[in-house]
């Protein structure tokens, strides 16, 4: 089982930056992909970021070129650097780990990007 809880999320002006991070409460070296997903209002959730435990890293269009999903096994933390903010980045964003048979979620962080 997998614990996993999300921090840093914050009201930012557009084009301000936000770090969040997700720590896990096991190890994930043994967890190969862990990632980022976000929720806007009355919209579905969708894929950010992910990265292997060997370092890939993968974006969605979306937010290709400003965000930066990084991990730090020894510390159990997976975080994502936004740059660049947009008022469409406005979301819930969740972190993520399949583990096992099942899927894990942390309860999410706030982030909102408004002048």
């Known amino acids: 089982q997998v614990q996993l809880v999300e921090s840093g999320g914050n009201l930012v002006q557009p084009g301000g930056s936000l770090r969040l991070s997700c720590a896990a409460s096991?190890?994930?070296?043994?967890?190969?992909?862990m990632g980022w997903y976000r929720q806007a209002p009355e919209k579905e959730r969708e894929w950010v970021a992910s990265?292997?435990?060997?370092?890939?890293?993968n974006y969605a269009d979306s937010v290709k070129g400003r965000f930066t999903i990084s991990r730090d096994s020894p510390k159990n933390t997976v975080d994502l650097q936004m740059n660049s903010l947009k008022p469409e980045d406005t979301a819930v964003y969740y972190c993520?780990?399949?583990?096992?048979?099942?899927?894990?979620w942390g309860q999410g962080t706030q982030v909102t990007v408004s002048s």
């Open positions: 990265i292997t435990n060997s370092g890939s890293t």
């Open positions: 096991r190890s994930i070296f043994s967890i190969n992909v």
């Open positions: 993520n780990a399949p583990f096992g048979a099942s899927n894990y």
